[in-house]
Nanobody, 126 residues
């Protein structure tokens, strides 16, 4: 599985960005897709994830109500819409795959995710 993120950039506080992650592989629809982020000097942290069909989502408390994760299995793509961005959202954002064998289970630990993209930088200025 190969993952390629795009859509990062520099934005002012209160602004929006939409991250995209394009995945290769014939079984995209059987993967949980997640977004994580890592700020300088900090550990990688869970941001959001979506189940196989898109029917179940989970968010970190810090982004609830501001970020929305979605997927299109026909396009092998997952998105992260980020609104009302804050300076503390500044980080490298990574797309990741969890091949968990459940259509509804969502895990939030980075170690559970087997495949990772190269990351895309998001910088929010105050």
């Amino acid at each position: 599985v190969q993952l390629v993120e795009s859509g990062g950039g520099l934005v002012q506080a209160g602004g929006s960005l939409r991250l995209s992650c394009a995945a290769s592989g014939p079984t995209f629809s059987r993967y949980v897709m997640g977004w994580f982020r890592q700020a300088p000097g900090k550990e990688r942290e869970f941001v959001a994830a979506v189940s196989w069909s898109g029917g179940v989502t989970k968010y970190a408390d810090s982004v609830k109500g501001r970020f929305t994760i979605s997927r299109d299995n026909a396009k092998n793509t997952v998105w992260l819409q980020m609104n009302s961005l804050k300076p503390e959202d500044t980080a490298v954002y990574y797309c990741a795959v969890d091949p968990v064998m459940s259509p509804t289970m969502i895990r939030t630990t980075p170690g559970e995710y087997d495949y990772w993209g190269q990351g895309t930088q998001v910088t929010v200025s105050s």
